[in-house]
């Protein structure tokens, strides 16, 4: 608490029962006319609206229910909509998705009172902000204010693309997107050029190589083999299949434009590798 000139401040103090984060305590807004209700969303599955239930107590004395929704699309860019308040005091809203069932990681939305309508907007205070699912709403007043890194984000499984023939696998994190890395595979097909070729999986945080692994195994010529790279593993060859499991850094985290590769050290024309599978936590970025 400081004083300055006969007014006092005082600092909020995280609570352990909400995690150690900060909640609005209960208070009842009151709006004037010119302030509005604006709700935000960023989120990457398809066919989520953002839906805020609320109450305000009118200037006559009456309890006004509202609703209001937002749509949003699925490119983890974000998407705004502003709507008129009454006049009088806001006493709760809840915010929750519909529509579809994003898992929780995939929608991250924030409910602010802004003052005017259109045009250069002033925010005079966020009641929510957070990330919902299917089955977990936010509420104001109770839920703190939540930032997007505050979660390890979901599981995700996915396919990459087939590259051509000769060229390196090469899987770039979308915009708005925060990925870690846990395990990759792929196979890879070599031409009749003799020699022995050695997947390597690299990845590049957008500010140069983070670091270069090579597999433990190697393909010879005209020959199929299958290679998987993993964190806290250690390297293992298995014979006859020359399938291997090679150990990767223990903690690759790639933001927006970040990328990992996956080529051969011989870089052959004729040699072929499979589209790569590979599992990631994914979480927003909020920018």
């Not at 390597?200 to 597999?215: L, N």
Request: aromatic share 10%; charged share 15%; proline share 5%.
């Amino acid at each position: 608490m400081v004083t300055l000139g006969g007014e006092r401040i005082v600092s909020a103090t995280p609570i352990a029962v909400a995690g150690g984060r900060i909640i609005a305590s209960p208070f009842q807004f009151y709006l004037d006319g010119a302030d509005n209700v604006r709700i935000e969303g960023w989120n990457s599955l398809t066919g989520v609206t953002l839906q805020v239930f609320g109450r305000f107590f009118r200037d006559d004395g009456t309890v006004q229910v509202f609703e209001s929704s937002l749509p949003l699309t699925a490119d983890r860019v974000r998407t705004v909509g502003t709507f008129p308040a009454v006049r009088g005091y806001l006493l709760n809203l809840t915010l929750s998705v519909i529509g579809a069932t994003p898992k929780l990681g995939q929608t991250f939305g924030r409910v602010s009172i802004v003052r005017g309508f259109t045009g250069a907007t002033i925010v005079v205070g966020t009641l929510l902000q957070g990330y919902c699912a299917a089955n977990q709403a936010l509420a104001w007043p109770g839920s703190p204010i939540q930032h997007t890194d505050e979660i390890e984000g979901y599981f995700r499984g996915i396919s990459g693309t087939i590259p051509a023939a000769g060229q390196p696998i090469n899987e770039v994190v979308p915009t708005g997107a925060h990925w870690r890395l846990y395990a990759l595979g792929l196979d890879l097909t070599t031409n009749a050029v003799a020699g022995n070729r050695r997947p390597q999986f690299m990845f590049d945080t957008g500010a140069g190589t983070g670091a270069i692994v090579h597999a433990v195994a190697t393909v010879p010529a005209s020959a199929l083999a299958s290679f998987f790279f993993s964190a806290g593993l250690t390297g293992n060859l298995f014979t006859p299949l020359n399938n291997s499991c090679s150990a990767m850094p223990p903690d690759v985290q790639l933001t927006s434009g970040g990328s990992f590769r996956v080529f051969s050290d011989l870089g052959i024309a004729g040699d072929q590798f499979t589209a790569v599978e590979y599992q990631v936590r994914e979480r927003l970025e909020v920018n």
